[in-house]
């Protein structure tokens, strides 16, 4: 009888663990400016609906005097009213400090957080950036979930963003 | 100073608006927030109080800030640090503690008009209670109420409806679509009340900031559905101003009631 239930039990943990990585690469690109600041980033996974599913990354002041850092998040607009106006600064494992120009490689592994256990489906991976005294840009790569062997999807910022990348595995 | 100077223009919109139908003779009234969206534990905004023609230009007068009413996102008042007045603005602050939406407006109510007596024509002001202190002996009493409502909305963080619960006096919006969670490109729906029943018929002006820039203010004319409600479209991001006025002739010895909405919605990029 005992061993039954355990059986029972790996089945049932067995069958929805579909495990996935998912690499984000991100390009800060070096701007020739009067006044640079590093930008806010925020890189999040919504659903087909615009819903946001997932915050996985936001890039901002964290360590400004009386939390100040925070007066300039809703200049990342989508990401603002998608989901960021909900959170209450700094979100544990998904908030840190602004990065400068270069290339990041970011990874999120299925049924960890800051990722979670995302139910099989189409989604969309969001980028959004916004510079004080810059601009903003925002982009997006498609993508199925879970992966079926390695996929990768890819966008070009033109203006906040320099390329971006997606590489999904099983 | 200044709440005479209102009063003034007050009485003169009145004294028009007895011999003009159209609204269009007004100056605009405005609040303008530095913006309608904030973030964090807590933030300021900063308000602008102006009457003028050119949207946003502050070039005419300034909004006496005596009836000043801000409604937190808890439905309580929230006091404000006014900073003055200028010749054609004021200024104050609004602190922002509590995360939500908040309205913030100025109202006024008052009866105004005229009457003869022994062949002078004599101005009259007052409540109604005092309309029948009007000496008995007057003639060609013309009494006109007048309820404005001038307003706009900030949130901080996720925003609530709590604050934008009708009050039932006068022409009201009570936004359908959140009024700080507007984008350019997105149908926005707002409905007007009068008394708190819903508006219908009501002719809205609706028009973009920016006019001095401009050969045409761009002004979209719009009438409120049997709903009492409008839908805006806007396909430039940036700050817009409304208006819409409800008039009810005076009739078995009740004075006439004109009622005016002015309000600011920021509308932001998609």
């Given at each position: ?11 049932l ?21 009067a ?18 599913v ?9 360590d ?5 850092g925070?007066?300039?998040?809703p200049d990342?607009r989508?990401?603002w ?24 490689a970011?990874k999120f592994?299925?049924?960890v ?5 995302l ?18 840009e ?6 199925q ?7 990768t ?18 | ?27 605009r ?8 969206v ?16 050119q ?12 009836n ?5 996102p808890?439905?309580?008042p929230v ?7 200028g ?18 407006a ?5 009866l105004?008009?005229?009457?003869e ?9 007052g409540?109604?209670?005092e ?13 006109n109420?007048?309820i ?5 909305f900030?949130?901080?963080g ?24 507007l ?10 009340l ?14 973009e900031?920016?006019t ?7 002004a ?7 709903k ?5 479209n806007?396909?430039?991001a ?11 002739d ?12 002015t ?8």
């Amino acid at each position: 009888m005992r061993k039954t239930i355990a059986f029972v039990a790996t089945g049932l943990i067995a069958t929805p663990a579909v495990a996935g990585e998912m690499t984000v690469n991100v390009e800060i690109p070096r701007l020739r400016v009067a006044e640079y600041h590093k930008p806010y980033v925020a890189v999040w996974v919504e659903n087909e609906a615009g819903q946001a599913v997932a915050n996985l990354k936001v890039w901002y002041d964290v360590d400004m005097r009386n939390a100040e850092g925070t007066k300039w998040l809703p200049d990342m607009r989508t990401w603002w009213r998608r989901t960021g106006r909900t959170l209450k600064m700094p979100v544990n494992g998904v908030s840190g400090p602004t990065q400068g120009p270069g290339r990041y490689a970011l990874k999120f592994r299925d049924g960890v957080q800051p990722l979670g256990r995302l139910a099989p489906g189409a989604y969309k991976l969001r980028i959004e950036a916004a510079r004080e005294v810059g601009g903003r840009e925002a982009l997006a790569i498609p993508f199925q979930w879970p992966p079926r062997g390695t996929q990768t999807g890819s966008a070009q910022g033109q203006s906040e963003l320099g390329a971006v990348s997606l590489i999904l595995k099983p | 100073m200044f709440a005479r100077a209102s009063l003034i223009a007050a009485g003169l919109a009145i004294g028009l608006g007895a011999f003009m139908s159209t609204p269009a003779e007004a100056h605009r009234r405005w609040l303008l927030p530095s913006m309608t969206v904030f973030a964090g534990d807590e933030a300021t905004a900063s308000v602008d109080a102006a009457v003028s023609n050119q949207l946003f230009v502050f070039e005419h007068h300034a909004l006496a800030l005596d009836n000043l009413t801000i409604t937190g996102p808890d439905g309580q008042p929230v006091q404000p640090t006014i900073i003055g007045s200028g010749k054609y603005r004021s200024t104050f602050d609004v602190p922002l503690k509590k995360q939500g939406t908040y309205r913030i407006a100025l109202t006024s109510e008052g009866l105004m008009g005229f009457y003869e007596l022994n062949g002078q024509r004599q101005r009259w002001r007052g409540t109604r209670g005092e309309i029948s202190k009007i000496p008995a002996g007057a003639t060609n009493v013309q009494i006109n109420e007048s309820i404005s409502r001038t307003e706009t909305f900030v949130s901080l963080g996720t925003p609530n409806d709590t604050a934008l619960k009708p009050t039932g006096r006068g022409v009201e919006m009570i936004p359908v679509t959140h009024p700080t969670d507007l984008v350019a490109g997105e149908q926005a729906v707002m409905r007007f009340l009068f008394d708190g029943q819903p508006a219908a018929g009501l002719e809205i002006e609706f028009v973009e900031g920016g006019t001095r820039y401009r050969d045409n203010d761009g002004a979209q004319k719009l009438t409120t559905d049997a709903k009492g409600e409008v839908t805006l479209n806007v396909e430039d991001a940036g700050m817009y101003y409304l208006e819409t006025t409800k008039s009810v002739d005076g009739q078995n010895g009740q004075p006439g009631r004109r009622a005016s909405y002015t309000g600011v919605l920021e509308f932001l990029p998609s």
